[in-house]
């Protein structure tokens, strides 16, 4: 998902701005999948490698990152069944992912 590459740069515009600012955020950010708590940004990848049979490689990857600190990204790999649906733990975070044809990620996103 292109979105889902940098999705910090437009958040950081609106985390210090006023109330309307922050809403329109928000609003964004829930069609992408990111999760931003007061000044916490929390951002969902996922990949899938094909592998013979039915099942695939499901990597994810969530980026937690605070303004003027260096970001911190947990990680994790999961054998899953072809065009899977489920929620899967990542570190300290619960990330929903969907996948469509094998290796698209149809949706993802972490839960709050």
């Known amino acids: 998902m292109d979105t889902t590459t940098n999705p910090s740069a437009n958040v950081k515009k609106f985390v210090f701005g006023d109330n309307w600012y922050a809403k329109l955020a928000e609003r964004l ?6 999760y931003n708590s007061a000044n916490l940004v929390v951002t969902p990848v996922a990949a899938v ?12 990857a969530v980026k937690e990152s ?13 054998m899953i069944n072809n065009n899977a649906a489920g929620y899967y733990s990542v570190g300290n975070y619960t990330v929903f992912v969907d996948i ?12 709050r």
């Not at 950010?29 to 990111?34: D, F, L, Q, T």
Request: proline share 5%; no cysteine.
């Open 49 to 60: 490698e094909k592998l013979s049979g039915n099942q695939n490689l499901l990597t994810i």
């Open 100 to 111: 469509k044809g094998n290796t698209q990620v149809r949706d993802i996103f972490v839960l």
């Open 29 to 34: 950010n829930a069609a992408i999948g990111v």
């Open 66 to 78: 605070f303004p003027l600190t260096p970001s911190r990204m947990e990680k994790t790999s999961i």
